[in-house]
């Protein structure tokens, strides 16, 4: 693929989260805000699910019921996929738009909250049948909490060992399909992450600030066929210790189960 597919989330006067064929992607908020990011490893060839929650629930959360609100000031969030002129990136004016979707509330009126919509597109662009399609379904996410903490906490004690050796055999498929998705040699991609990985020990920034059993959140996506780990501010659980200068690292992981075997696909 020449180009590069970007999905916009923005948001007024709401918290917003999408979501890309039941993969959550990102949010913004509480007061709204923008997101701008690349999501061709998120995409389906034919059809494919566009999603928006407003206001939701933080993960690890128990879902509340639904709360009536009134606007004040026009609440809206809206989600578009873009495929920008070559050389262009970053311009949305001269963006194509492939997809979007909208939701808003004008001033004074009310809505419940939270609350979920969605809608099917067909994108005119060939992609790859990605691996996580054809993952095992997951039926009970919180039974296999002892198996992917354990998973985490070994691949997090290897890094801060300075060997991030079984962080990349864990997460090769996720490498090899994000390296298809953005035409890249897979060699390249890898040791790019083996690079930032060594870096990071070698000035003493790889601590990891892993959640414990108990506080890893897990969260089934992909229509029940990953398990989204986060830590319980919902930010990733894979994360380093945020330094004296405010900077921190974050490795998003979403795992299949197969066989007892976790497996980072995305």
């Known amino acids: 693929m020449d180009r590069l597919l970007i999905l916009r989330l923005q948001a ?3 918290s917003a989260e999408a979501l890309l064929n039941d993969i959550p992607i990102g949010r913004v908020g509480p007061g709204g805000g923008e997101l701008c990011l690349p999501v061709h490893e998120y995409l389906l060839d034919g059809e494919n699910q566009l999603g928006l929650v407003i206001d939701p629930v933080a993960p690890g959360m128990e879902p509340a019921p639904t709360q009536l609100r009134l606007a004040d000031g026009v609440v809206g969030a809206r989600l578009r996929l873009l495929l920008p002129r070559i050389g262009r990136p970053g311009s949305e004016l001269e963006a194509r738009t492939l997809a979007e979707l909208d939701w808003v509330v004008p001033d004074g009126d009310v809505y419940m909250a939270p609350l979920a919509v969605s809608r099917s597109v067909s994108l ?8 996580w399609l054809d993952a095992p ?3 009970n996410v919180g039974a296999l909490r002892p198996l992917v903490a354990a998973f985490l906490q070994a691949i997090a004690a290897d890094l801060m060992r300075g060997n991030p050796e079984p962080f990349l055999t864990a997460s090769r498929l996720r490498i090899e399909e994000l390296a298809q998705a953005y035409q890249q040699p897979v060699a390249e991609a890898a040791t790019k992450l083996r690079s930032r990985l060594q870096l990071l020990h070698a000035t003493k920034a790889l601590k990891l600030a892993l ?3 108990a506080e890893l959140v897990l969260r089934g996506c992909a229509s029940g066929r990953l398990i989204e780990c986060l ?3 919902g930010a990733p659980a ?3 210790a945020t330094a004296a200068d405010g900077v921190s690292s974050a490795w998003p992981v979403r795992v299949a189960v197969v066989n007892g075997h976790c497996h980072i696909l995305r």
């Open 12 to 14: 007024l006067g709401c």
């Open 124 to 131: 005119p662009i060939k992609f790859p049948r990605w691996r």
């Open 137 to 139: 379904v997951i039926d």
């Open 211 to 213: 959640p414990t059993a």
């Open 231 to 233: 830590g319980p501010d």
């Open 238 to 240: 894979l994360a380093t």
